[in-house]
C-alpha cells in the first residue's frame, strides 16, 4: 500500500452534515475491555474476556480499551495544545470541506522496529502550545502504541487463520500471525482539527459513511475545546455513527478516556480471507460524523493511528505490495 495513499485515507472520523437529529433512534456502546485483561493472556482466556471480544468485533467490529495508565491526561493535554500548535506548524496542512469544514492536520507516522516513532517538525521554536504538544502527544503515541501492541497479541491468540497470513515476493519472508502483521507495518497518525461555525441542515455531506483502508485505526475521542483559553469546554463534540449489519445506523456512545478499536478493510483483503473452518470473520465498520454547529473560538480535536499491513507483503488478490 503506497503511503502517499493510505495518508489520504486516514481522515479520522470525518466530517459530514446529514441533520440526522431524528433518524438515528439506535444508540451503541462499544464493549469496553480492560487494558490489564489484554497484557494477561491468562485472564483474558478464562474470565469470558476473550469471547466477549470476539462476539463484540465481529458483530460491530470496534471495541474500547479502559484504564489505560496515563492514557487519560496524555490524551486531555495534547488535544487542548493541538489547535493552537496547528496554526503555526510547518508541519499543518489544511483542508476545506466544501460544506465550509477546516480542518487543519499535523501527521506523522511510527515505523517498525526499536524508536521508531516519528517526530513532528514544528518549526514553531517559539509556540509555547507547540512544546506542550509535543511533550503531551509523544507520551500519548506511546500509551497507544503499547495498547495497540497488547491488543494484536490477544487478538492473534485467537483468530483461527491459516499461516503464513501474509508473504513477501517470492516468499523471501513470512508474516506468519496477526501480532507479526501489525508489527511489521507502517503506524500513519494524524491530529486533527475541525472548524465548522454553522451548518445547513440541507447541505450535502463532506464525507459519506466510509471503511478505513487500514488493518484498523485506534483513536482517542474528540474533544471541544476553547482556542483562546487552550482548555476544554462542554460543547457537543459532534454525532459518531456506525453502519450496522442490516444496513441501519447508529449513534455511537463513546467513552471519554477509553482507546477505541475500529477494524478496517484491511481485515476483508488480508486476514478474513484466511480464515479457517471454525473461525470467525470479524467486521470492518462504516462510520461517519456529523458535526455540529460551534462558536468561532471552538474546535474539535483528535488523534488516531492506522495500522497498514507491512510494505513488503503481498496483497493475496494482485500480487503487488
Known sequence: MQLARALSLLLSLVVSSHGRENDKKVVHQPHRISYDSLLDEEVFH??????????????????????????????????????????????????????????????????????????????????????????????????????????????GSILNVESPLLSTKDNAHDYDTFEDVVKNGEHL?????????????????????????????????????????????????????????????????????DLVIMLGDGFNQFINPKVEEGGVVLRATPHMLDMRSHSNDEARVWYGLMVLPPAEALHPDHEKT
Open 46 to 155: 478464562k474470565s469470558g474476556t476473550s469471547t466477549a471480544f470476539v462476539d463484540a468485533l465481529s458483530e460491530y467490529g470496534i471495541i474500547s480499551i479502559k484504564d489505560i495508565g496515563g492514557f487519560s491526561e496524555n490524551k486531555r493535554q495534547t488535544l487542548i495544545h493541538l489547535h493552537e500548535c496547528a496554526k503555526y506548524s510547518a508541519a499543518t496542512k489544511e483542508h476545506t470541506f466544501h460544506d465550509g469544514t477546516v480542518r487543519l492536520t499535523m501527521a506523522t507516522h511510527t515505523i517498525p522496529g526499536g524508536d521508531g516513532q516519528q517526530e513532528i517538525h514544528h518549526g514553531a521554536l517559539d509556540s509555547e502550545a507547540c512544546a506542550e504538544f509535543t511533550n503531551a502527544s509523544d507520551k500519548l503515541r506511546k500509551n497507544v502504541h503499547e495498547a495497540v501492541g497488547a491488543f494484536s497479541e490477544r487478538l
Open 189 to 257: 497518525e494524524h491530529f486533527h482539527s475541525y472548524q465548522r461555525e454553522s451548518i445547513d441542515s440541507k447541505s450535502v455531506d463532506t464525507i459519506e459513511m466510509h471503511t478505513d483502508q487500514g488493518v484498523f485505526i485506534a483513536f482517542a475521542p474528540a474533544l471541544m475545546v476553547d482556542t483562546t483559553a487552550v482548555s476544554e469546554t462542554t460543547e457537543p463534540k459532534g454525532d459518531f455513527y456506525i453502519g450496522l449489519k442490516d444496513g441501519s445506523t447508529a449513534l455511537v456512545d463513546l467513552e471519554e478516556n
